[in-house]
Structure formats: C-alpha cells, structure tokens
C-alpha cells in the first residue's frame, strides 16, 4: 500500500523496455467487479489472503488486483529495491490460485508510489470496470497520513476488511469522522463497488493476528 499524492494526473510510461517481472499484468473486462488490494507484502502471509478471500466474498468481486508497491511510506523497514520487489511480486503470484486474483507492479510501471495516482490510472485505463479499494482497519487508522486522502476517498470506494475490536477502535479516525455520512451498512457490501465515491463501511471478519513484521522479525532471529 502506498501513500500520498505528488501529481494531479497519473503519469504514463510505454511499455518499451520495462522488465517482465513487473509488467502490468492486468486483463480486465468491461463490467468487472475489481478490488484492489495494496501494500509492500513483505512478506506476504496468511492475513493477507483471509483479507482477500473475505473481500472477494463478502462484495461479490470478480477479481482482486494485488498491487505490490516498491515501498510504503509509512513503513520503513518494508523493501525498496527494484530487485526486491521483484522478488515479492513473484513470491506473490506463486501464491495466488484461479483467475480471480492477479498480482502486478503496476506502481514501478507508472513511476509514482502514490496510491492516488494509481487509482486514476486505472480508472482512465479501465473506464468500464468498477473499483473498489481494499484495505484493513490499520490502515484505516492511518488514512489521514497518506497525501491526498481526502480526494483519495472521493475517487474510489472503500472497503475496510477488519476484527470488530479494531472495527470499533477504528471509527474515531480522522477518515471516519470526515466522512460518517459516506459509510454505508454493512448489508450493502455487494454494492459498495457500484457506489458512486466517497462510499465505505466496514466488513467484519475474523482476522488472523499475524503481521508482516512479526515474520520479518522472527525470520531475523533465526
């Protein structure tokens, strides 16, 4: 998952000389149903998918996007390297199964961390396809953080993946409390992603408690 926003309009590349590894990777139909589910996955883990699995589920997606960013501003210790995310996005893509899921480094394409920027690219690529961005209730605490969150909210709608415990915790955020009149009920899950944006609610789901960072730091101690 990447943060902020650095241009109004999303850069565009060609796609001459860009490495295989990272190439967009993305067939998307019109009339799609598409989450888009963001972050550095270092490493990727079982939480990770459960978010997935219940967001494909639980919105009635067609497809989710895994957007393997390069880095996450807001964490440091994720890698950066070109050579590292490649290694990511691969370690990704094994894990994946069937067409409902595709990994891609649309972000190092386009030149541009920026979570914002990718929104309105895939938007322009894709204007026919309905979005929807996936996230868990941590980043919905930190929303407010991300550069340009606000138009952020208003480009794409949200869905909040999360244990109630967080789920209640997570209500005082800035991003809920800018926009309590955008949330919808949870019985309207299967619509959120034909919601005209700003639109979100929260999907409760029984998480697993394992991190990314926890993995990073056990893999160091053995």
């Known amino acids: 998952m990447s943060t902020g926003l650095r241009t109004a309009r999303a850069p565009r590349r060609t796609a001459a000389g860009r490495p295989s590894a990272l190439r967009e990777g993305l067939r998307l139909a019109p009339r799609l149903r598409v989450g888009v589910y963001g972050g550095s996955f270092d490493p990727l883990h079982e939480g990770h998918l459960h978010v997935a699995h219940e967001a494909l589920r639980r919105l009635r997606l067609d497809r989710i996007v895994?957007?393997?960013?390069?880095?996450?501003?807001?964490?440091?210790?994720?890698?950066?390297?070109?050579?590292?995310?490649?290694?990511?996005?691969?370690?990704?893509?094994?894990?994946?199964?069937?067409?409902?899921?595709?990994?891609?480094?649309?972000?190092?394409?386009?030149?541009?961390?920026?979570?914002?920027?990718?929104?309105?690219?895939?938007?322009?690529?894709?204007?026919?396809?309905?979005?929807?961005?996936?996230?868990?209730?941590?980043?919905?605490?930190?929303?407010?953080?991300?550069?340009?969150?606000?138009?952020?909210?208003?480009?794409?709608?949200?869905?909040?993946?999360?244990?109630?415990?967080?789920?209640?915790?997570?209500?005082?955020?800035?991003?809920?409390?800018?926009?309590?009149?955008?949330?919808?009920?949870?019985?309207?899950?299967?619509?959120?992603?034909?919601?005209?944006p700003p639109a979100w609610l929260y999907v409760p789901a029984r998480l697993h408690r394992i991190s990314s960072s926890a993995l990073r730091a056990r893999a160091k101690r053995t």
């Open 66 to 196: 895994w957007l393997v960013s390069p880095a996450n501003p807001l964490k440091t210790q994720a890698g950066a390297g070109p050579q590292d995310l490649r290694v990511r996005l691969e370690a990704v893509r094994r894990r994946l199964r069937g067409p409902s899921a595709v990994a891609s480094g649309l972000e190092a394409m386009l030149g541009s961390p920026y979570t914002l920027d990718t929104v309105r690219w895939l938007k322009a690529r894709f204007p026919a396809v309905a979005f929807v961005w996936i996230m868990g209730a941590d980043s919905l605490a930190s929303f407010h953080l991300w550069n340009g969150w606000q138009d952020l909210a208003r480009e794409i709608p949200l869905a909040v993946i999360s244990r109630e415990g967080a789920m209640i915790s997570s209500r005082v955020s800035p991003m809920a409390r800018r926009f309590p009149h955008s949330r919808r009920p949870l019985a309207d899950a299967s619509g959120l992603v034909r919601r005209s």
